[in-house]
Every structure is written in C-alpha cells, then in structure tokens.
C-alpha cells in the first residue's frame, strides 16, 4: 500500500472517529435534556412539593421546634430555621413568609450587641406579621444595647408568653423597661433563677402590669416574691416554691380557677407546729398537680400537712418527686383520705431523683412499701396510667399478684393501660411478673372475648427496666418476646 492511500484511509478513518463524536455528544446532549424533565416531573410529582404553602409551613413548625426550644441566644434561632430556607427558591418563599415560625425569640444580653444583630431581632420580630409573640431573656449581663429591648417593647402589645432567666445577682438594671409599662396582652410570665439567690427591687404590682395573666411561674416562696397583688383568682397554670403549709393553703384559697399546680415543698421539721386546716379547700377545675419534695437535712420531714384540706374532683394527674437527698415519711394516713377526696386520678408518677455523687442514696421512700403502693392503686379505680422510677423495694411478688388479674376476684385498677416502671430493682420472682403481664395484656387486635379479659382494660403500653445491676434473665425475655414485638419494652 502506497502513502498516498494510506494517508487517504487515516484521514477517513479520523472523519468516522469526529463524526462518531459528535453523535455522542449530541445524545449525551439529549441524555441530559431527558434527566432533567425527568428531574422536573419528579420534583413537581413530589408530596413536598403539591402541598399547600398553608401545610408546608406547618410542617416546618414541628421540625423546628425540639431546635428552638433549645435555643439560648439569636444565632441558635436563626440555626432552626435557616437551613429549611436553602434547601430551594419554594421552601425559602415559604419560611419567610411563615409568621407562625417566626413567634418564638430567645435572646441572651450580651455588651457587645451591635447593629447587625439588632437588625436581625427586627427583622425576625416583623416576621410574625399580627401573631402572638413568645420571648424568653437571658439577663446574663449588667449592660446591653438599650436598642434590643426597644424592639421587644415596639411588639409588646403582641408579647403574650415572657421568660426572664436571671443569675446569681441583684435585679439587672437592663432589664428594667420592660417592667416600665403594662403588658395588656402577657398570660404567661416565667421567671427562672440561676441558683434561687437573686432578687428585686421595689416589687411589682402584677395585677396592673398583666391583667391578662394566666400562667405564673415563679421561683421563690409566696412571702418572697418578685410581686406584688398577684392576681391569684385569675390563674390557670401556677408554679412556684411553698414554704409553711398554712401560708401556702391560704393563697390556694384564692386560686379558684386552677387548672394545673406545679409546685415544690421544703419538707416540714415539726407537724405538730402546724395544725390541720378546719375548712376542706376546694378546687373543682384542678385537673394536674406535681409536688416536688425538697430537703435538705438530716432529719426526717414531713408533707402530710399539704393534702389534708384538699379537695380536688376534677383532678386526673398527679405526679410526686422525691428530689436527690430527701428523705421525707411518706404520709400515708393524710395521703389516703386526699384520695378519697379525689376520684378522678387516672395519671399517677411517683419518682425518686438518684444523687450518683453520693453512695448512700435513698433507696426507696421512708415509709414506703409495696403495701403502701397496694393501698394506693385499691383507692384510684379510675387510674389508667402508673409511673414509678427508682423503686427498688417496692416492686415484689405480693404487689405483682394483687395486680394479676383472675376472673374469680374484684381486679385492682380495672382500667389501667399504661406501666412505666423503672431502676425496680429485681425483688420479685419472674414468673409473678410474667404472669401479671400475661393476665392483663393481650396482642393488639384481639378481642377481650379472646382472652377472658372482660373486666379488665387490655395493658398497651409495657416499660419495665430492672436497672443495670439486676435486669431481667434472658429466658424470661424469650418468653415474653411476643410482648416485646407488640411494641413493650422489658429489661
């Protein structure tokens, strides 16, 4: 072959090899061209993306909302919701323009507060269009920019829920104006001390600051607080620090519309130095009420006193909490007869908080024994859910077989659903506990017919942790595996 042909050949074979390439890059062209409808179709066939603005936003709300209720100053707010505005020009449209996201702002005084960042606390306040605010202040510093508050109180006529976290000091003096004029529209006011050693000057009179008060949430005792008049009658929700129990029972007298009392209780020394009260106390909307006692002393104390004039018939939670260190006598005599005064219970806790610095930890409460707990559920036939943390003592094979069901007897808590226990310890045989398990929980769908459960509620909800040291042996666990897969929990 000559070079003449062979220089023919290279220069066709070359034209086929560009022709060829091109052809490719026109399919792969049209490649791409066909990903990306298929990208559009998908985007638009997407459920995220055919829902209303209206629904879209309140998704939005509830995946911000374990973010921002952690948050403590305007950088973390901003981290809840910034990201769901970058993930497209649709989802940033609607986080913009969702007021409901912007309502809730915390905010830490800092000295250095500069423009930029009040600014932003302007912009996220204008957010909210007309929409209720919730503010909560860290006042962690003595100075501030004046202009942060000001923006709080060009909204304050919306500021509906307040929060003032103070440390260790006296009142701050910058958060001063806020207390200067009345907040018509506040129903929840909270103030939270650092370590419960702060305090105010001149006190304020709440009635006229918030006439619209619902909720108070307070720190220190009824004869030390931060206010003045409080407007008791007009309260929902009450949280605060009880010091003597004939103090505290005349400002419940005054709580006629009480829906929920969260309160703690420094145990008492000598009962005898407080009489019972005369006049039962009636609460008829109270429908929860959690008592935390705390303790600080040797000695043994006591909180019967508190439940002596109490009537309660609307009264569907209690939660009680021995707090690290206490020891408190359990009144069983006092507790009983409030019990009979309250036949609408259906949610009971009982908690003992575990100091892990300290080696001799109460182990259970003083007085408290399975018998205790028997006469409590014989006395709560409403009771549908039973709470109990840290009670190594009281969980045994009596208690487990008067909460067995058998056709033959009257059951004890006929509509319990609900056993949260846990840190039991593993005082009781395992066969008392799977039968008592087995004698009132049934798979879900079956019917009661099924199973001779008539008289009894079926047992949903299973949580049983032993604890660490003593949990339960892995036969048991094979044998109640069909409980486990139902959704329960044992350990």
Same mark, same amino acid.
């Given at each position: 072959?000559?070079?003449?042909?062979?220089?023919?050949?290279?220069?066709?074979?070359?034209?086929?090899?560009?022709?060829?390439?091109?052809?490719?890059?026109?399919?792969?062209?049209?490649?791409?061209?066909?990903?990306?409808?298929?990208?559009?179709?998908?985007?638009?066939?997407?459920?995220?993306?055919?829902?209303?603005?209206?629904?879209?936003?309140?998704?939005?709300?509830?995946?911000?909302?374990?973010?921002?209720?952690?948050?403590?100053?305007?950088?973390?707010?901003?981290?809840?919701?910034?990201?769901?505005?970058?993930?497209?020009?649709?989802?940033?449209?609607?986080?913009?323009?969702?007021?409901?996201?912007?309502?809730?702002?915390?905010?830490?005084?800092?000295?250095?507060?500069?423009?930029?960042?009040?600014?932003?606390?302007?912009?996220?306040?204008?957010?909210?269009?007309?929409?209720?605010?919730?503010?909560?202040?860290?006042?962690?510093?003595?100075?501030?920019?004046?202009?942060?508050?000001?923006?709080?109180?060009?909204?304050?006529?919306?500021?509906?829920?307040?929060?003032?976290?103070?440390?260790?000091?006296?009142?701050?003096?910058?958060?001063?104006?806020?207390?200067?004029?009345? +907040?018509?529209? *506040?129903?929840?006011?909270? #103030? @939270?001390?650092?370590?419960?050693? /702060?305090?105010? !000057? =001149?006190?304020?009179? $709440?009635?006229?600051?918030?006439?619209?008060?619902?909720?108070?949430?307070?720190?220190?005792?009824?004869?030390?607080?931060?206010?003045?008049?409080?407007?008791?009658?007009?309260?929902?929700?009450?949280?605060?620090?009880?010091?003597?129990?004939?103090?505290?029972?005349?400002?419940?007298?005054?709580?006629?519309?009480?829906?929920?009392?969260?309160?703690?209780?420094?145990?008492?020394?000598?009962?005898?130095?407080?009489?019972?009260?005369?006049?039962?106390?009636? +609460?008829?909307? *109270?429908?929860?009420?959690? #008592? @935390?006692?705390?303790?600080?002393? /040797?000695?043994? !104390? =006591?909180?019967?006193? $508190?439940?002596?004039?109490?009537?309660?018939?609307?009264?569907?939670?209690?939660?009680?909490?021995?707090?690290?260190?206490?020891?408190?006598?359990?009144?069983?005599?006092?507790?009983?007869?409030?019990?009979?005064?309250?036949?609408?219970?259906?949610?009971?806790?009982?908690?003992?908080?575990?100091?892990?610095?300290?080696?001799?930890?109460?182990?259970?409460?003083?007085?408290?024994?399975?018998?205790?707990?028997?006469?409590?559920?014989?006395?709560?036939?409403? +009771?549908?859910? *039973?709470?109990?943390?840290?009670?190594?003592?009281?969980?045994?094979?009596?208690?487990?077989?008067?909460?067995?069901?058998?056709?033959?007897?009257?059951?004890?808590?006929?509509?319990?659903?609900?056993?949260?226990?846990?840190?039991?310890?593993?005082?009781?045989?395992?066969?008392?506990?799977?039968?008592?398990?087995?004698?009132?929980?049934?798979?879900?769908?079956?019917?009661?017919?099924?199973?001779?459960?008539?008289?009894?509620?079926?047992?949903?909800?299973?949580?049983?942790?032993?604890?660490?040291?003593?949990?339960?042996?892995?036969?048991?666990?094979?044998?109640?595996?069909?409980?486990?897969?139902?959704?329960?929990?044992?350990?």
């Amino acid at each position: 072959m000559d070079t003449a042909n062979s220089d023919r050949l290279i220069a066709e074979s070359e034209a086929k090899i560009s022709s060829f390439d091109s052809q490719i890059e026109n399919l792969q062209a049209l490649r791409a061209e066909e990903y990306q409808k298929i990208a559009v179709l998908k985007y638009l066939g997407s459920p995220i993306h055919v829902l209303p603005m209206e629904v879209l936003g309140e998704i939005f709300s509830f995946s911000i909302a374990p973010v921002r209720d952690r948050a403590t100053d305007l950088q973390e707010n901003l981290n809840a919701i910034i990201p769901l505005s970058q993930v497209c020009r649709c989802w940033r449209q609607v986080a913009l323009s969702t007021p409901r996201l912007w309502t809730e702002l915390s905010i830490t005084l800092e000295p250095y507060f500069g423009w930029a960042e009040i600014a932003w606390i302007a912009s996220w306040l204008r957010r909210s269009m007309h929409l209720p605010l919730s503010v909560t202040i860290f006042a962690e510093e003595n100075h501030t920019n004046p202009a942060v508050l000001n923006e709080i109180l060009l909204v304050k006529s919306r500021l509906t829920h307040l929060e003032i976290v103070i440390p260790a000091t006296a009142f701050l003096p910058a958060i001063e104006p806020l207390f200067e004029a009345p +907040l018509d529209a *506040l129903q929840t006011l909270r #103030i @939270t001390e650092v370590n419960g050693e /702060s305090s105010w !000057g =001149e006190p304020i009179n $709440l009635s006229a600051f918030a006439p619209s008060l619902r909720t108070l949430i307070l720190p220190k005792e009824v004869e030390n607080t931060f206010f003045s008049n409080i407007p008791w009658s007009r309260l929902v929700h009450l949280q605060l620090l009880i010091g003597l129990p004939n103090e505290f029972i005349a400002v419940l007298r005054q709580c006629v519309n009480l829906e929920r009392l969260d309160i703690g209780i420094l145990a008492w020394d000598a009962i005898d130095d407080y009489p019972p009260q005369e006049m039962d106390l009636t +609460l008829r909307n *109270l429908r929860h009420m959690s #008592i @935390t006692v705390l303790f600080d002393t /040797s000695d043994l !104390g =006591e909180f019967g006193p $508190l439940f002596q004039p109490l009537v309660l018939p609307e009264l569907t939670s209690l939660k009680i909490v021995y707090d690290k260190g206490v020891d408190v006598l359990w009144p069983q005599a006092e507790f009983s007869r409030f019990q009979s005064r309250c036949p609408s219970i259906q949610h009971l806790e009982i908690q003992v908080i575990k100091d892990l610095d300290e080696p001799r930890q109460l182990e259970t409460i003083t007085g408290f024994t399975f018998r205790s707990l028997i006469l409590i559920l014989r006395s709560s036939p409403a +009771l549908k859910s *039973l709470t109990l943390l840290s009670f190594p003592h009281c969980i045994d094979d009596a208690l487990l077989a008067a909460l067995q069901y058998r056709a033959s007897d009257e059951p004890l808590v006929p509509r319990l659903e609900t056993l949260s226990w846990d840190g039991i310890g593993h005082g009781f045989e395992e066969s008392a506990l799977e039968a008592m398990i087995r004698s009132r929980w049934r798979p879900a769908g079956q019917s009661p017919a099924a199973t001779s459960l008539l008289a009894v509620a079926r047992l949903a909800n299973i949580s049983i942790r032993c604890g660490e040291e003593s949990p339960l042996s892995e036969p048991f666990i094979a044998r109640m595996q069909d409980c486990i897969e139902d959704g329960n929990t044992l350990s």
